[in-house]
């Protein structure tokens, strides 16, 4: 999950905030968690799940235009929580 906010048009100070923000970021660290369900054949199964990003080659852009490039790669390692 990648958390982003957005710029509030009411906020008067929202050019300030934006400008903060435009630019290249490259990634250095990324947590996951979650959980995954299903059925196979009459079982049902499910999971919760943690992780964490290794092996990290990867920026993510802000620009101008409210839009966002992500280009890279990492590794995901994955364990099951308990």
Do not use: H, Q
Not at 3 to 24: H, I, K, P
Not at 56 to 81: M, Q, R, W
Request: charged share 25%.
């Amino acid at each position: 999950m990648i958390l982003l906010s957005s710029f509030s048009s009411g906020n008067e100070n929202s050019e300030v905030d934006r400008a903060m923000v435009v630019d290249t970021w490259n990634l250095e660290a990324f947590d996951y968690s979650g959980s995954t369900s299903g059925n196979f054949e009459i079982v049902d199964l499910s999971s919760d799940y943690s992780g964490e990003a290794r092996n990290i080659d990867a920026a993510l852009s802000f620009n101008e235009d409210n839009t966002f490039n992500f280009e890279g790669s990492y590794d995901v390692v994955l364990e099951p929580k308990e």
